[in-house]
């Protein structure tokens, strides 16, 4: 193991070190004639031949989910090559994983935690909630949004109280992966004693041959969470399930930290479908096409005159471009001017995000279906000139 200086009881919060996690009966016995959660036998209020009864037949929804989701976390390791199921916990969206985190390691009025921006605002949010400092160590603003690991060693060094570094890799709004060698400088920077959380929400997005994930590393380093999601690569945001992936340990307090049964049985029965072969086999033709489509955008880019330079290293699935003024400078007056003009006029929503650091003038696209994609292209050529 690395990280030597690492002591997990010591960055995990007294609270949480000392909680007795909620029990119910059916963490010892989950069959025969079940009277004991007032659940209700009769079945769920739902017309017997509705959509929703029959998407939901066998699933025993008027019952509890299993509140350990063994099955699924198996399927799961099994998909990401981790060892086990011990090494996960499951929330309700990678939202929920990140407030957990905050949960598990951040004392409110207290403790802080590192960001680099630009970076996705969930982080700065679940900070605000749980009443947690955010500290800052920008990526370097080349145009490959890349980590400035002196300054994050700058920051630890003069706030003690950092329980946490959120790295986002690839990034949101950025596009880009981390390099692993900053990730691993990261990981084990000599002062550093508390948890980074790698959020791989786009990781399925990275290109064969580039570097990839880091969730196998969670054999290797103490102190490290790797967050994925099921929103992004597998189609499924609308079932709202976030993976952490980490030791056992660190596992095991978030577990302990949860709602009972915080993943529902559709959740986990949609999951579960999504990583059997067939459905990997559409993930991974899902994820050929979009990355395909991803450099049509980037070929289309480059011949409207209105657009500037991609930024990042386009490794997710979404594009971050910026829109120039008459004279060639990044604009987000005009960016933001395009911005509402196609949503309100043509129907066509992006993100601006030009006033995030280093995104001057930016729109962040995701790249949709070939169709939707020639509505960009068409929209665009029509802002901003061919
Ligand atoms: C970087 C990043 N992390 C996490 C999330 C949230 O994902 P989920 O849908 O799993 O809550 C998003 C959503 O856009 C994201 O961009």
């Known amino acids: 193991m690395a990280a030597t200086t ?3 009881q010591s960055i995990v919060r007294p609270n949480i070190l000392a909680l007795k996690p909620y029990r119910c009966a059916r963490d010892d016995f989950s069959s025969g004639v079940l009277l004991d959660a007032n659940e209700n036998a009769y079945g769920p209020a739902l017309n017997p031949t509705s959509d929703a009864a029959v998407a939901s037949a066998g699933l ?13 976390k198996n399927l799961l390791a099994k998909f990401r090559n981790i060892p086990g199921p011990e090494h ?8 929920e994983v990140i407030d957990m985190i905050f949960r598990v390691f951040c004392v409110p009025g207290k403790d802080a935690v590192l960001i680099t921006p630009p970076t996705y605002g969930m982080y700065s949010v679940s900070a605000q909630i749980n009443d947690v400092e955010v500290k800052k160590a920008t990526l370097t603003l080349d145009g490959n949004f890349q980590l400035n690991v002196d300054e994050i060693e700058k920051q ?3 706030n003690p109280n950092i329980k946490v570094i959120f790295l986002c890799s690839p990034g949101n709004p950025t596009g880009s992966a981390l390099s692993h060698e900053s990730i691993r400088r990261v990981l084990t920077l000599p002062n550093y004693k ?10 399925d997005f990275i290109e064969d041959g580039k570097e990839g994930s880091t969730a196998t590393w969670v054999t290797q380093y103490p102190n490290l969470i790797v967050m994925q999601t099921m929103s ?3 189609g499924l945001a609308g079932v709202r399930l ?18 009972p049964y915080n993943i529902a049985s559709t959740t986990s029965h949609v999951a579960q479908e999504a990583l059997q072969p ?23 880019f480059k011949s409207i005159a209105g657009l500037g330079k991609v930024l990042g290293t386009n490794d997710s699935n979404f594009v971050l471009v910026e829109v120039l003024d008459k004279d060639g400078k990044p604009s987000n007056e005009r960016a933001f001017g395009v911005y509402t003009d196609m949503a309100k006029r043509q129907g066509l929503v992006v993100r601006f995000r030009g006033t995030e650091i280093g995104c001057e003038g930016c729109l962040r696209i995701t790249v949709g279906t070939p169709e939707e994609n020639e509505t960009v292209i068409r929209l665009l050529t029509e802002q901003l000139g061919s």
Do not use: C, W
């Open 242 to 259: 976030g993976v952490a992936i980490t030791t056992p340990e660190i596992a095991s307090y978030m577990n302990a930290t949860k709602a």
């Open 194 to 203: 508390g948890i980074v959380a790698v959020d791989e929400a786009y990781v």
């Open 60 to 72: 025993d929804i008027n019952r509890y989910p299993d509140p350990h989701q063994t099955d699924l």
């Open 6 to 8: 690492f002591s997990l």
């Open 278 to 300: 067939k459905g990997l086999d559409i993930l991974h033709k899902h994820i050929a096409v979009m990355i395909e489509e991803r450099g049509r955008l980037l070929e289309a």
């Open 156 to 158: 630890i060094n003069a």
């Open 232 to 234: 992004k690569s597998f």
């Open 88 to 95: 996960f916990f499951l929330g309700v969206g990678s939202d």
